[in-house]
């Protein structure tokens, strides 16, 4: 669960504590905990992302780089941190949560599926000789 000063976790005891976001780097929400390691996929698109928001790239302190997808609603995005859909899909990690003071860097690479405004339609200027009924 999400806090204010950190993100509550159970221990291997059953108990729970929170960690404070600066001692996170990530937190993966997996679909297996058996798989292969979060940090063994792939962290970079291979082509522009087929999924809707912002396409990101998040620098980290230690210099690691994450490439990821965003929500285009800001109204999502937490003051703790972002939760990101990493590159591949398929993987075992299906969320990623990043706390802010993990990061040096969050640049947007692109929109994705954004909608672009119609152009208002114009009457036409041309007159009719011969209306058709």
């Given amino acids: 669960m999400f806090a204010a000063d950190g993100i509550e976790v159970l221990s291997p ?3 729970a504590v929170i ?3 600066a001692q996170i780097k990530a937190l993966s929400f997996v679909r297996d905990w058996d798989s292969k390691s979060v940090l063994e996929e792939r ?3 291979l082509a522009r ?3 809707n928001g912002l396409w990101v790239q998040f620098v980290f302190r230690d210099g690691d780089r994450l490439e990821g997808v965003i929500p285009l609603n800001l109204q999502t995005i937490d003051t703790a941190g972002y939760l990101v859909t990493p590159p591949e899909t398929a993987g075992n990690a ?3 949560f990043i706390p802010r003071q993990a990061l040096l860097e969050a ?3 692109g929109v994705m599926g954004a909608r672009k405004a119609k152009a208002p339609k114009r009457e036409s200027q041309q007159i009719t000789l011969f ?3």
Wanted: aromatic share 4%; glycine share 4%.
């Fill in 94 to 96: 299906q969320r990623v």
């Fill in 131 to 133: 209306p058709i009924d």
């Fill in 49 to 51: 992302p087929k999924m």
């Fill in 13 to 15: 005891a059953g108990q």
């Fill in 19 to 21: 960690v404070p976001h």
């Fill in 107 to 109: 640049n947007v690479l």
């Fill in 43 to 45: 962290r970079h698109f």
